[in-house]
Nanobody, 115 residues
Framework: QVQLVESGGGLVQPGGSLRLSCAAS????????MGWYRRAPGKQRELVAH??????TYYADSVKGRFTISRDNANTVHLQMNSLKPEDTAVYYC??????????WGQGTQVTVSS
């Protein structure tokens, strides 16, 4: 019921920065959490960061101090990624939780950190 369109992925050198964006459309009023997951080859999917309707945020220990999640309106969430490391290389997926039980996913955007 919620469509998610991601943008901002790409190739960056170690120490560089990228900003991911996710635009949501559909049943926006039912969203209680928006966030980002990632999956690297050979690894399990992991939660990177999320932001709740009330503004409370969560970050994985591996990205604390480097990544910042924000929501600039009801429809868009961003992930500012600084001081990128090769281990950040993954497909990043926008995620939305609706009514505390339903989940919607974006198509994924590739982030590659390499020299």
């Amino acid at each position: 019921q919620v469509q998610l369109v991601e943008s901002g992925g790409g190739l960056v050198q170690p120490g560089g920065s990228l900003r991911l964006s996710c635009a949501a459309s559909g049943s926006i009023a039912s969203i209680n959490v928006m966030g980002w997951y990632r999956r690297a080859p050979g690894k399990q999917r992991e939660l990177v960061a999320h932001i709740e309707t009330g503004g409370r945020t969560y970050y994985a220990d591996s990205v604390k101090g480097r990544f910042t999640i924000s929501r600039d309106n009801a429809n868009t969430v961003h992930l500012q990624m600084n001081s990128l490391k090769p281990e950040d290389t993954a497909v990043y997926y926008c995620h939305v939780q609706r009514q505390y039980i339903y989940n919607d996913w974006g198509q994924g955007t590739q982030v590659t950190v390499s020299s």
